[in-house]
């Protein structure tokens, strides 16, 4: 038992493991952040301001502008984390070979 | 043909599509793991289709439409909150649970926490969700039916029950995820011509339409309800709670990250499903105001009061008796893949984390526990029946709103912790679950929704005459944070600390979880271990 936790522990003491995690933090606690603030400023502004009911364009009122303002912030940040995320799966295979060289050498 | 018999044909024609489905797919339904999972090799686009086709269920494409068509805007909340909320799966949620589990939900919490009572009460809160949400549908389709083709409603609802254990007992996930993908295609086509016939009535322009809906309905259907007080705000903010978390949390949502191979598929097939789901929402204001504008609102409510049947009596005034029998077929095959894919949600649960793992010990062999899969689908099939037929009068959107509640207060809670939290301990998890579950239920009993009082407003009919104690419809502004409390304060004062237990065996070193969710490495012995000989020729 206490061989195996040691194994999982070489694997997060590499330096990629560690860059893996540091990068995704600092990607998705703002991110979260932004979209959680974002998404909850629309029912908050409906439910007790009338300030989103004027029209924007044409009929459209400014609570269908940040509607669908919401839209394209799902599909902008699900685009901005994928890109990032695909090229952080080469740090998984850099740290299995950190940890596994080390186990290597260890012998 | 009469409009009925021209009905009867599209159910037909929909129904031997599955059938055939079913049969194609039962001959590769041979294990615990494809009835399950699919055995993981379901590809990332399929998977996509699949989750749009298990998320666009009754509720979206039936009652999103009612309801902007009888309230306008507000209904549009809907939407707006069941696609934001991809964005928790997706950063949050899909991955770390992929790299973590195998079969179900409960399986991501065991990976850390190994003990029977933390899977038992992680079956219960699934098979809670999953009824609520399944009574939902059954209830949203035995009214189709019982439209279109006359049957009795609980003659309608024996027999999707009928079909969906089919299904699910020769066909397995296999079955259950290609009906899904059908399904959305049927569903996306059906809606994108609808949505076509409604703009051609508008020379294609998206604001002439709204220009419409302003001069012959008034300004109020394009704008939120005016703010009327302190408890209609925050009704408004606890229902967004539960939709953007409560996706994230919903077990028929949560395995279809099982049935992909990695966490990158996942992550494919997340991107596949939002652009469609959103595409789909972005339709939704289309086929309301269009329902509203041209069949009218009288009329709409004159055939469900929840204005349910709006999409399909649009179909009937714009694309004739034939048009109409299609939308009609779609919206049952919707809720018959829904319903199939809740069973299979459900039926794990029990089977697998419930009977297999706390009540056999995990001692079974495959074949019992293949077995066991099958005789608690049709278990639960006929549960599910039992309890709709009676409570054939409840409100559909309510039942699902219900379920996204109770999802986003008793899972998400501990799945988040699961990942992300140190400390957390067995003690944690189960009072976290618990609360959350129980919260949400006997808020929701309290609340207007059920204590209606003597005389509620209409439409709603009075269930229970006492006043209502909790004023919220929605429970989650209250439900959620009562399920991370109870996490935080059963780990503070009844655990015996995440360090301890671990001494006991009863939990992984966190360690191990960390690195598991972030890279997927499940075996460690073997994926490093046995790939160190091959560097020895350059150490020694």
């Known amino acids: 038992m206490v061989d195996r936790d040691a194994e999982w ?31 909850f400023g629309l029912p908050v502004l409906a439910g007790f301001t009338t300030i989103l009911d004027g029209y924007a364009v044409g009929s459209v009122t400014w609570a269908y502008v940040y509607a669908f303002a919401q839209f394209a912030m799902t599909w902008i940040l699900m685009h901005l984390y994928v ?25 | 043909m009469s409009d009925q018999v021209i009905s009867i044909v599209f159910f037909v024609l929909i129904i031997a599509l599955t059938l ?40 979206s494409f039936l009652g999103i439409a009612g309801a902007i068509a009888l309230t306008g805007f507000s209904g549009f909340y809907l939407s707006i909150g069941f696609l934001v909320a991809y964005l928790v799966v997706l950063l949050l949620v899909a991955e770390p649970l992929r790299n973590l589990g195998k079969y179900t939900m409960a399986d991501m919490l065991a990976s850390r926490f190994n003990t029977s009572s933390v899977r038992s009460v992680a079956a219960l809160s699934t098979i809670t969700i999953s009824m609520f949400y399944m009574i939902a549908q059954l209830n949203g389709a035995g009214a189709l039916i019982g439209l279109l083709l006359g049957f009795p409603y609980w003659i309608s609802v024996i027999g999707i029950g009928i079909l969906m254990t089919v299904y699910i007992v020769a066909g397995g996930m296999i079955a259950t995820t290609w009906i899904q993908i059908i399904k959305a295609v049927l569903l996306i086509a059906g809606s994108l011509l609808l949505s076509i016939l409604v703009l051609s009535k508008v020379g294609f322009n998206p604001f002439a339409l709204f220009s419409q809906v302003e001069s012959e309905l008034g300004k109020e259907m394009l704008s939120p309800p005016p703010p009327s007080g302190l408890v209609a705000g925050l009704d408004v903010i606890s229902l967004n709670i539960a939709l953007v978390l409560g996706t994230a949390g919903l077990p028929h949502i949560l395995i279809r990250f099982l049935t992909v191979p990695d966490a990158k598929t996942a992550r494919s097939s997340i991107v596949t499903a939002t652009w469609i789901i959103g595409l789909f929402y972005l339709l939704t204001p289309v086929l309301g105001y269009g329902a509203a504008l041209f069949v009218g609102q009288k009329e709409i409510e004159e055939a469900n009061v929840a204005g349910n049947l709006a999409a399909p009596q649009l179909a009937a005034q714009l694309g004739g008796p034939v048009f109409f029998a299609f939308i009609s077929a779609v919206a049952f095959a919707t809720i018959v893949a829904v319903v199939a894919g809740l069973v299979v949600a459900a039926s794990s649960a029990f089977a697998h984390d419930f009977y297999s793992n706390v009540i056999r010990h995990g001692e079974e062999t495959e074949r019992e526990q293949f077995r066991a899969a099958r005789v608690t689908a049709v278990g639960i099939s006929v549960v599910a029946i039992l309890l709709a037929i009676p409570l054939g009068s409840l409100n559909v959107a309510f039942l699902v709103a219900l379920a996204f509640a109770v999802a986003a207060s008793a899972n998400v ?24 579950l129980i919260s949400a239920v006997v808020l929701v009993i309290i609340s207007p929704n059920v204590f209606t009082g003597p005389s509620p407003e209409p439409p709603a009919t009075p269930i229970i005459p006492i006043d209502p104690i909790f004023p919220l419809k929605s429970p989650a502004l209250i439900s ?9 304060l059963g780990t503070l004062l009844g655990g015996r600390g995440a360090e301890r237990e671990r001494e006991q065996g009863i939990q992984r070193s966190y360690d191990e979880i960390r690195v598991r969710s972030l890279t997927g490495i499940s075996d460690i012995e073997r994926e490093i271990k046995q790939a160190a000989p091959e560097q020895e020729p350059r150490t020694t």
């Open chain 1, 9 to 39: 522990l070489r694997v997060e003491r590499t330096s990629a493991f560690k860059e893996l995690a540091q990068k995704k933090k600092a990607f998705i606690v703002p991110a979260t952040i932004f979209f959680l603030v974002f998404y």
């Open chain 1, 83 to 107: 890109s990032r995320a695909n090229r952080w799966d080469d740090l998984v295979d850099r740290a299995r070979n950190e940890a596994t060289g080390e186990a290597g050498e260890a012998r």
């Open chain 2, 20 to 59: 055939i489905i079913t049969a194609w797919a039962s001959r590769r339904n041979v294990d615990t793991s494809h009835h399950y999972v699919a055995g993981g090799e379901i590809k990332g686009w399929q998977n996509g289709l699949a989750i749009s086709g298990d998320y666009l269920s009754a509720a």
């Open chain 2, 413 to 436: 809670p501990v799945i988040l912790l699961t990942i992300f939290w140190k400390r957390f301990n067995t003690t944690g998890a189960i009072i976290g679950m618990l609360l959350g």
């Open chain 2, 480 to 488: 959620v944070p009562l399920g991370f409390l109870g996490c935080y």
